[in-house]
């Protein structure tokens, strides 16, 4: 069966510090991924998805960035955090958009 | 483009009541339609999913779900909530290639 897995589940990173937050699924091939964000009120915010290895495509222009080095891994990176990349985020993957496969997310707060 | 709709930010219920979390999508495509439960802190949880066939699609923990292509809705509906049933919900569409849409979710607290 297929698995997901992200961590870390929560993080506290200062102002300025780099970031990076992992993603593997297990069990499925050439799956469709995703990066989202959530913040209180504003649902899920798509950041990046990505259809095959270093396939990345942007939703959302931000201080953020997306790499996809493996089939099957997606990493959610920045070089400089800011405060307003405090939320919770979550991968996910999808076998042609017929149901998305979520992760447990990661609570990032910048401080 | 696809979009999604939740009517309601929050739904306060008693327990024991029934109750019908509103959604309706937008599509110039044939869509994929589902419903996702999210426990504080946690991911989404995959409740139902529509994807063709019998219009009513029933999911986990007693919930079910009516597509309604006239009107391009896909409410959700319990008819007797929990304690356990407080989460928060989301509607979500898929167009069977990468992209997947959400709703911005609907609170459902239940009142003991």
């Known amino acids: 069966s297929q698995t997901i897995h992200q961590w870390p589940a929560t993080l506290v990173q200062p102002v300025g510090s780099p970031l990076s937050l992992e993603c593997t699924v297990e069990g499925t091939s050439n799956p469709n991924l995703y990066w989202y964000r959530q913040a209180a009120g504003r649902g899920l915010q798509l950041l990046f998805y990505?259809?095959?290895?270093?396939?990345i495509s942007s939703e959302v222009p931000q201080n953020l960035s997306a790499s996809r080095p493996q089939d099957r891994q997606f990493i959610l990176s920045s070089k400089k955090l800011l405060l307003s990349d405090s939320g919770f985020y979550l991968c996910a993957w999808s076998d042609r958009a017929t149901e998305a496969f979520f992760g447990q997310g990661t609570r990032l707060t910048v401080v | 483009a696809q979009s999604v709709t939740q009517l309601d930010s929050q739904v306060p219920v008693f327990e024991e009541a029934p109750v019908e979390l509103r959604c309706n999508y937008s599509?110039?495509?044939?869509?994929?339609l589902f419903w996702y439960v999210q426990y504080p802190n946690q991911g989404l949880q995959l409740l139902l999913k529509y994807l063709s066939g019998s219009t009513l699609v029933k999911g986990i923990n007693g919930f079910e779900a009516e597509f309604n292509k006239s009107q391009t809705s896909f409410h959700l509906r319990k008819p007797s909530v929990h304690i356990s049933d407080t989460a928060e919900y989301f509607c979500?569409?898929?167009?069977?290639?990468?992209?997947?849409?959400f709703g911005k979710g609907t609170k459902l607290s239940v009142i003991p």
């Open positions: 990505s259809v095959g290895i270093g396939q």
């Open positions: 979500g569409s898929g167009a069977g290639s990468y992209q997947l849409t």
């Open positions: 599509s110039s495509v044939s869509v994929y």
